[in-house]
């Protein structure tokens, strides 16, 4: 079984930072793409950012130039680093691995629960 734990949420000034931390644990065999994702209250989960096994990111434009994502693959781990942070950067942030379980199984997507970053004053 695969778990996705997220933390690093939390309440935050307009102009502040946060950096959100996502740790897979559990039967991997191998790690493919990892992604935020975000969903505010009345609104679609969008992707914020994803990182593929790589190492190479991409970002969604509202968050380019404030946002960096990173993976640390020893540790099936990937970071947010939240900078110049808005308060319509209001959400719960989730974390999303694609990954593998065992040789020759299918891939399959995994969520964690989400964290909340509010940014307000």
């Known amino acids: 079984q695969v778990q996705l734990v997220e933390s690093g949420g939390g309440l935050v000034q307009p102009g502040g930072s946060l950096q959100l931390s996502c740790a897979a644990s559990?039967?991997?065999?191998?790690?493919?793409?990892m992604r935020w994702y975000r969903q505010a209250p009345g609104t679609k989960r969008e992707l914020v950012a994803s990182i593929d096994s790589s190492g190479i990111p991409n970002y969604a434009d509202f968050v380019k130039g404030r946002f960096i994502i990173s993976r640390y693959n020893a540790e099936s781990t990937v970071l947010l680093q939240m900078t110049s942070l808005k308060p319509e950067d209001t959400a719960v942030y989730y974390c999303n691995a694609r990954l593998s379980t065992g040789w020759g199984t299918p891939l399959d997507e995994y969520w964690g629960r989400g964290t909340q970053v509010t940014v307000a004053s």
């Open positions: 559990g039967t991997i065999y191998e790690l493919y793409a």
